[in-house]
Protein backbone atom coordinates (compact mmCIF):
# COMPACT_ATOMS: atom_id res chain seq x y z
CA UNK A 1 0.00 0.00 0.00
CA UNK A 2 2.87 2.50 0.74
CA UNK A 3 4.22 2.13 -2.47
CA UNK A 4 0.46 2.87 -3.94
CA UNK A 5 -0.11 5.76 -1.70
CA UNK A 6 3.89 7.30 -2.85
CA UNK A 7 2.71 7.09 -6.82
CA UNK A 8 -0.92 8.61 -6.46
CA UNK A 9 0.63 11.13 -4.64
CA UNK A 10 2.85 11.60 -7.70
CA UNK A 11 0.76 11.53 -10.08
CA UNK A 12 -1.55 13.60 -8.39
CA UNK A 13 0.51 16.32 -8.18
CA UNK A 14 2.32 16.41 -11.43
CA UNK A 15 -1.11 15.59 -13.67
CA UNK A 16 1.05 13.12 -15.31
CA UNK A 17 1.98 9.20 -15.10
CA UNK A 18 5.13 10.03 -16.90
CA UNK A 19 6.30 12.72 -14.86
CA UNK A 20 5.45 10.77 -11.86
CA UNK A 21 7.60 7.88 -13.16
CA UNK A 22 10.74 10.08 -13.38
CA UNK A 23 9.85 11.54 -10.25
CA UNK A 24 10.30 8.40 -8.19
CA UNK A 25 12.46 7.00 -10.55
CA UNK A 26 10.63 4.03 -11.91
CA UNK A 27 8.55 2.70 -15.12
CA UNK A 28 5.47 4.15 -16.66
CA UNK A 29 3.83 1.31 -16.57
CA UNK A 30 4.47 0.75 -13.17
CA UNK A 31 2.83 3.82 -12.15
CA UNK A 32 -0.29 2.99 -13.87
CA UNK A 33 -0.12 -0.60 -12.58
CA UNK A 34 -0.18 1.10 -9.05
CA UNK A 35 -2.90 3.62 -9.50
CA UNK A 36 -4.99 0.55 -10.91
CA UNK A 37 -4.64 -1.29 -7.97
CA UNK A 38 -5.50 1.59 -5.91
CA UNK A 39 -8.34 2.03 -7.32
CA UNK A 40 -8.93 -1.39 -7.55
CA UNK A 41 -8.61 -1.56 -3.54
CA UNK A 42 -10.79 2.23 -3.30
CA UNK A 43 -13.42 0.45 -5.85
CA UNK A 44 -13.45 4.36 -7.11
CA UNK A 45 -11.90 6.06 -10.15
CA UNK A 46 -8.59 8.77 -9.17
CA UNK A 47 -8.16 10.17 -12.25
CA UNK A 48 -9.58 11.13 -16.17
CA UNK A 49 -8.06 12.14 -18.68
CA UNK A 50 -8.38 15.52 -20.39
CA UNK A 51 -6.86 15.96 -23.80
CA UNK A 52 -4.47 13.58 -25.00
CA UNK A 53 -2.27 14.02 -22.47
CA UNK A 54 -3.71 15.96 -18.95
CA UNK A 55 -5.35 13.95 -16.22
CA UNK A 56 -7.88 15.38 -13.90
CA UNK A 57 -8.18 14.12 -10.59
CA UNK A 58 -11.56 13.10 -10.10
CA UNK A 59 -13.27 14.49 -6.64
CA UNK A 60 -12.68 11.25 -4.31
CA UNK A 61 -8.85 11.60 -5.39
CA UNK A 62 -9.28 15.74 -4.45
CA UNK A 63 -10.84 13.58 -1.17
CA UNK A 64 -8.19 10.80 -0.98
CA UNK A 65 -4.86 13.25 -1.33
CA UNK A 66 -4.82 15.20 2.05
CA UNK A 67 -5.29 11.42 3.98
CA UNK A 68 -3.11 9.45 1.60
CA UNK A 69 -0.33 12.63 2.84
CA UNK A 70 -1.10 12.28 6.37
CA UNK A 71 -0.84 8.75 5.87
CA UNK A 72 2.88 8.89 4.65
CA UNK A 73 3.74 11.41 7.28
CA UNK A 74 2.42 8.60 9.65
CA UNK A 75 4.75 6.19 8.30
CA UNK A 76 7.71 8.50 8.36
CA UNK A 77 7.12 9.06 11.71
CA UNK A 78 6.82 5.54 12.69
CA UNK A 79 9.79 5.01 11.17
CA UNK A 80 12.42 7.57 11.97
CA UNK A 81 11.01 6.53 15.81
CA UNK A 82 12.91 3.30 15.70
CA UNK A 83 16.13 3.03 16.94
CA UNK A 84 18.21 1.33 14.28
CA UNK A 85 21.51 -0.36 15.17
CA UNK A 86 23.17 0.95 11.65
CA UNK A 87 24.33 4.52 11.68
CA UNK A 88 21.79 7.34 10.57
CA UNK A 89 22.81 8.60 6.99
CA UNK A 90 24.00 11.89 6.08
CA UNK A 91 21.57 14.72 5.64
CA UNK A 92 20.98 15.49 2.07
CA UNK A 93 19.83 18.99 0.82
CA UNK A 94 19.03 20.04 -2.54
CA UNK A 95 18.89 23.34 -3.11
CA UNK A 96 18.24 25.23 -6.24
CA UNK A 97 18.84 28.86 -6.20
CA UNK A 98 18.62 31.96 -8.79
CA UNK A 99 21.30 33.81 -10.22
CA UNK A 100 20.97 36.94 -7.97
CA UNK A 101 20.32 35.05 -4.63
CA UNK A 102 23.14 32.69 -5.47
CA UNK A 103 25.64 35.23 -6.19
CA UNK A 104 24.62 37.25 -3.43
CA UNK A 105 22.46 35.86 -0.55
CA UNK A 106 23.82 32.21 -0.40
CA UNK A 107 27.08 33.02 0.76
CA UNK A 108 25.93 35.16 3.13
CA UNK A 109 23.62 32.31 4.42
CA UNK A 110 26.50 29.63 4.41
CA UNK A 111 29.05 31.94 6.46
CA UNK A 112 26.75 31.97 8.97
CA UNK A 113 25.48 27.80 9.14
CA UNK A 114 27.43 26.36 12.34
CA UNK A 115 30.35 23.88 11.49
CA UNK A 116 28.57 21.08 13.02
CA UNK A 117 25.68 21.41 10.55
CA UNK A 118 28.03 21.73 7.44
CA UNK A 119 29.64 18.59 8.63
CA UNK A 120 26.77 16.74 9.30
CA UNK A 121 24.52 18.09 5.69
CA UNK A 122 25.56 17.08 2.02
CA UNK A 123 24.21 20.21 0.36
CA UNK A 124 23.60 20.15 -3.88
CA UNK A 125 23.25 23.29 -5.13
CA UNK A 126 22.16 24.27 -8.84
CA UNK A 127 20.98 27.09 -10.21
CA UNK A 128 18.33 27.88 -12.62
CA UNK A 129 16.17 30.71 -13.27
CA UNK A 130 12.73 31.43 -10.62
CA UNK A 131 10.20 29.01 -13.09
CA UNK A 132 12.95 26.67 -13.11
CA UNK A 133 13.44 26.20 -9.64
CA UNK A 134 9.39 26.46 -9.09
CA UNK A 135 9.14 23.52 -11.71
CA UNK A 136 11.79 22.24 -9.84
CA UNK A 137 10.27 22.24 -5.96
CA UNK A 138 6.79 21.07 -7.60
CA UNK A 139 8.43 18.34 -9.17
CA UNK A 140 10.62 17.00 -5.94
CA UNK A 141 13.55 17.75 -7.88
CA UNK A 142 14.57 19.94 -4.96
CA UNK A 143 13.68 20.35 -1.59
CA UNK A 144 13.24 23.77 -1.45
CA UNK A 145 14.06 26.96 -3.78
CA UNK A 146 15.37 30.54 -3.44
CA UNK A 147 13.95 33.10 -6.04
CA UNK A 148 13.20 36.55 -7.12
CA UNK A 149 10.19 36.26 -9.30
CA UNK A 150 7.05 36.88 -7.03
CA UNK A 151 5.29 33.58 -8.46
CA UNK A 152 3.62 30.81 -6.86
CA UNK A 153 1.63 27.45 -7.08
CA UNK A 154 -1.14 26.11 -4.98
CA UNK A 155 0.87 23.51 -3.53
CA UNK A 156 3.93 25.85 -2.21
CA UNK A 157 4.54 27.69 -0.02
CA UNK A 158 6.21 31.31 0.06
CA UNK A 159 8.31 33.14 2.61
CA UNK A 160 9.76 36.75 2.48
CA UNK A 161 13.41 36.29 3.51
CA UNK A 162 15.55 39.29 1.80
CA UNK A 163 15.28 42.24 0.13
CA UNK A 164 16.81 43.65 -3.26
CA UNK A 165 16.52 46.74 -5.43
CA UNK A 166 17.03 46.51 -9.20
CA UNK A 167 18.69 49.48 -10.97
CA UNK A 168 19.18 50.80 -14.72
CA UNK A 169 23.00 50.19 -15.01
CA UNK A 170 25.83 50.27 -17.97
CA UNK A 171 25.51 53.00 -20.75
CA UNK A 172 22.54 54.15 -20.56
CA UNK A 173 22.85 56.32 -23.42
CA UNK A 174 22.97 53.10 -25.43
CA UNK A 175 20.03 51.55 -27.90
CA UNK A 176 21.64 47.78 -27.21
CA UNK A 177 19.40 46.41 -23.97
CA UNK A 178 20.88 42.94 -22.42
CA UNK A 179 17.95 41.23 -21.33
CA UNK A 180 17.71 37.99 -19.15
CA UNK A 181 15.62 34.90 -20.41
CA UNK A 182 11.85 34.25 -20.28
CA UNK A 183 11.54 32.73 -16.86
CA UNK A 184 14.04 34.43 -14.96
CA UNK A 185 12.95 37.20 -11.76
CA UNK A 186 15.19 39.67 -14.26
CA UNK A 187 13.01 39.24 -16.86
CA UNK A 188 10.31 39.61 -15.49
CA UNK A 189 10.93 42.88 -13.97
CA UNK A 190 12.55 44.28 -17.34
CA UNK A 191 9.04 43.52 -19.05
CA UNK A 192 7.55 45.37 -16.45
CA UNK A 193 10.35 48.48 -16.93
CA UNK A 194 9.64 48.02 -20.80
CA UNK A 195 5.92 48.48 -20.09
CA UNK A 196 6.31 51.34 -17.61
CA UNK A 197 8.27 53.33 -19.61
CA UNK A 198 6.52 52.52 -22.89
CA UNK A 199 9.81 50.90 -24.29
CA UNK A 200 9.86 48.89 -27.69
CA UNK A 201 13.73 47.49 -27.44
CA UNK A 202 15.02 48.14 -31.16
CA UNK A 203 18.43 46.01 -30.45
CA UNK A 204 19.11 43.72 -27.58
CA UNK A 205 20.74 40.42 -26.51
CA UNK A 206 19.23 37.35 -24.60
CA UNK A 207 21.87 36.79 -22.30
CA UNK A 208 21.01 33.68 -19.82
CA UNK A 209 23.21 34.51 -16.57
CA UNK A 210 23.40 37.89 -15.00
CA UNK A 211 27.44 37.53 -14.31
CA UNK A 212 27.88 37.92 -18.42
CA UNK A 213 25.44 40.73 -18.61
CA UNK A 214 27.41 42.38 -15.83
CA UNK A 215 30.97 41.63 -17.08
CA UNK A 216 29.49 43.13 -20.16
CA UNK A 217 27.98 46.00 -18.79
CA UNK A 218 31.52 46.64 -17.44
CA UNK A 219 33.07 46.81 -20.45
CA UNK A 220 30.44 49.58 -21.70
CA UNK A 221 28.49 47.12 -23.98
CA UNK A 222 24.92 48.07 -23.57
CA UNK A 223 22.41 48.71 -20.45
CA UNK A 224 20.37 46.35 -18.62
CA UNK A 225 18.01 45.94 -15.27
CA UNK A 226 20.06 44.40 -12.40
CA UNK A 227 20.19 43.80 -9.04
CA UNK A 228 22.55 46.40 -6.95
CA UNK A 229 24.14 44.14 -5.31
CA UNK A 230 26.02 42.44 -8.24
CA UNK A 231 27.40 46.01 -10.03
CA UNK A 232 31.18 46.67 -9.39
CA UNK A 233 31.40 49.99 -8.34
CA UNK A 234 32.76 51.40 -11.56
CA UNK A 235 29.56 50.52 -13.85
CA UNK A 236 27.41 53.49 -13.63
CA UNK A 237 23.24 53.17 -12.87
CA UNK A 238 20.27 54.84 -12.47
CA UNK A 239 17.68 54.00 -9.38
CA UNK A 240 14.34 53.54 -10.33
CA UNK A 241 10.94 53.60 -8.42
CA UNK A 242 10.28 51.11 -5.27
CA UNK A 243 8.12 49.40 -7.66
CA UNK A 244 11.46 47.53 -8.55
CA UNK A 245 12.12 47.12 -4.81
CA UNK A 246 11.72 43.14 -5.04
CA UNK A 247 12.30 40.26 -2.43
CA UNK A 248 13.92 37.18 -2.19
CA UNK A 249 11.62 34.35 -1.45
CA UNK A 250 12.31 30.55 -0.18
CA UNK A 251 9.42 28.13 -1.99
CA UNK A 252 9.56 24.70 -0.63
CA UNK A 253 6.48 22.35 -0.89
CA UNK A 254 3.67 22.36 1.19
CA UNK A 255 3.63 18.62 1.76
CA UNK A 256 7.52 18.54 2.15
CA UNK A 257 7.47 17.40 6.50
CA UNK A 258 10.36 15.72 6.40
CA UNK A 259 11.80 16.58 9.86
CA UNK A 260 15.66 17.27 8.48
CA UNK A 261 14.12 18.88 5.45
CA UNK A 262 11.59 21.12 7.38
CA UNK A 263 14.47 22.12 10.03
CA UNK A 264 17.09 22.97 7.47
CA UNK A 265 14.09 25.51 5.62
CA UNK A 266 13.85 27.40 9.52
CA UNK A 267 17.30 27.66 9.41
CA UNK A 268 17.42 29.14 5.93
CA UNK A 269 14.82 31.47 6.55
CA UNK A 270 16.33 32.66 9.92
CA UNK A 271 19.68 33.40 8.80
CA UNK A 272 18.38 35.35 5.56
CA UNK A 273 16.14 37.37 7.51
CA UNK A 274 18.94 38.29 9.73
CA UNK A 275 21.46 39.87 7.56
Known amino acids: MFKLLQSFIAVYETRSFSKAAEQL ?30 LVPTTNARRFYQHALHLLDDWKNATDSLELTVERPRTKIRLGASQTSATVLLPKIFTKIKKDVLNNTDFKIEMHNSEEILDGVLNHQFDFGIIEKPITHDFITRDVIAADQLVLAGNLESTVWLIREKGSGVY ?31 QNIGKAIVSIQTLPQNIPYKSLTTAFNRHFYLIHHEHNNQPPIKNEIARFIQIARSL
Open 25 to 54: FISQPTISVHIKQLESQLNTIMFERSGRTE
Open 188 to 218: HYTQQYFKQEHIVPEHFLTIANNDIIVKMLA
